[in-house]
């Protein structure tokens, strides 16, 4: 340990705006995209450098003693107004800091923490959250580390769990609000689309739901895992969410070289989760956080090219006669699932480009496409310039029971894709040919 302990105790310290920052024009409020180039870096302050410098240490100097007591004085809470500045890298720096500021631009969130990897995110939201005898409800499938975490690990501590299938109606939500409310709700957790099936969550029926049974301080916050469709086609903080989480590995990275997450919300929810992070030291490296203010400046144009080239390639596979299915939400507007498409026009802005493909057949005959595929790799993970595909019964979903899995419709014909950025017709001509061996 070090003299920085005590801030282990605290939720965290408000950050020193830079100097210069542009968010406004005129009257004109900037985007997202363009706030990406700058916002939250003074070059001033790291002579005069363009991009920020990745900051390689492990604690930061104070000018004299008198400032390191008043530091401390702010963050043990014995002076009102918190501190600020920067005193040791567990609890934050300044690649962090500034990758935290432009995260949360994208959603409006009054603040963000960037987090070691997805999981470290969830499992930091989770302990910041419950208590022994507490119940966690969530819309299932979920990934399946995260159900494993809830159901096994703490499970060990006593912790409760209930589930809604990820398309559920306000009735059926209700049902099992009503049911958890017995208990003490520490928190609602939701994926969507659900992974790896695609099933859209109705969080505005959830919010309300959650808001007709539980008053007062027994309200549960709602998180919700925005990874598949955010922050660019999806933005759930308008839904009724409370914290939006992400594996910053996947469409934020976007370049499939690096492992982060990152958790955003209300100051009060985020200060909670920021005294968890602090404390068990699940913040993201510097290095890492520096990387990902790389991929945030071109998110939206590879997230854009990737969801164009999704849409051209779905509606080659919808046509095949060796495919049984492809879950798509692009393709929720021409079903016959009208609860899924309803969801689709209130929460979505656009259909992603990660998909489920159900294959006429079993394991034999998905094992033979995937071993096929010549541009696509065999991968799992998902969000990446690269077009991945995978196996989700035999892979990541490995684990799940057997009758969960069935009940999820996880079955041995699916593969779930993630497309990328390359030419769409080289990778409809790959998917042909991949399901020539079908």
């Given amino acids: ?114 987090f070691s990897s997805g999981m470290s995110a969830i499992a930091t939201l989770f302990l910041s959250m419950v208590k022994p005898g507490d119940t966690i409800v969530h819309s299932g499938p979920l990934y399946a580390a995260t159900e494993t975490l809830i159901a096994r690990i703490l499970g060990r501590f006593g912790i409760h769990w209930l589930d809604f299938p990820a398309g559920a109606t306000r009735e059926e939500i209700d049902a099992v609000l009503s049911k958890a409310a017995s208990g003490n709700v520490a928190l609602i957790y939701l994926e969507s689309p659900a992974n790896p099936t695609n099933a859209l969550v109705d969080v505005e029926a959830v919010a309300a739901s959650r808001d007709a049974i539980f008053k007062g301080d027994t309200k549960p916050p709602i998180a919700i895992d925005n990874t598949f469709l955010g922050p660019l086609w999806a933005q759930p903080l308008k839904q009724g969410a409370d914290i939006v989480v992400y594996s910053l590995t ?100 656009g259909a992603g480009s990660t998909f489920s493909l159900y294959l006429k057949g079993g394991e034999k005959e998905a094992f033979a496409f995937l071993d096929s595929l010549k541009i696509a790799k065999l991968a799992v993970s998902l969000g990446g310039t690269e077009t991945l595909a995978s196996h989700p019964a035999g892979m990541t979903h490995l684990s799940v029971p057997e009758a969960r899995k069935q009940a999820l419709a996880i079955t041995d014909n699916l593969v779930r894709i993630s497309i990328g950025v390359e030419d769409a017709d080289d990778l409809i001509a790959d998917f042909e040919n991949a399901l020539k061996a079908v």
């Avoid at 956080?289 to 999704?310: I, K």
């Fill in 250 to 349: 996947k469409y934020a990275g976007g370049h499939s070289d690096l492992v982060a997450g990152g958790v955003l919300g209300s100051k009060a929810h985020i200060n909670t989760i920021r005294l968890m992070r602090n404390t068990i030291g699940t913040i993201c490296d510097p290095n890492t956080a520096w990387m990902l203010l790389r991929s945030l400046e071109t998110l939206e144009l590879r997230m854009s090219r990737a969801g164009e080239n999704a849409a051209k390639v779905c509606e080659f596979l919808a046509a095949h006669p060796k495919v049984e299915k492809v879950g798509y939400l692009g393709f929720l507007e021409r079903g016959d699932d009208h609860r899924q498409a309803d969801i689709y026009r209130r929460h979505c802005t």
């Fill in 1 to 114: 340990m070090t003299d920085a302990t005590e801030a282990d105790l605290t939720g965290g310290t408000p950050r020193a705006r830079p100097e210069g920052d542009v968010e406004k024009i005129g009257d004109r409020k900037l985007k997202p995209a363009t706030m990406m180039m700058g916002h939250g870096y003074d070059p001033m302050l790291s002579e005069g450098a363009l991009k920020p410098p990745i900051f390689l240490t492990s604690t930061f100097v104070f000018p004299n003693a008198a400032a390191g007591k008043r530091h401390f004085e702010g963050v043990t809470g014995k002076r009102p107004g918190g501190a600020e500045g920067l005193v040791y890298s567990r609890f934050n720096g300044p690649n962090q800091e500034i990758l935290e500021d432009r995260l949360a631009i994208w959603e409006e969130a009054e603040d963000a923490l960037a």
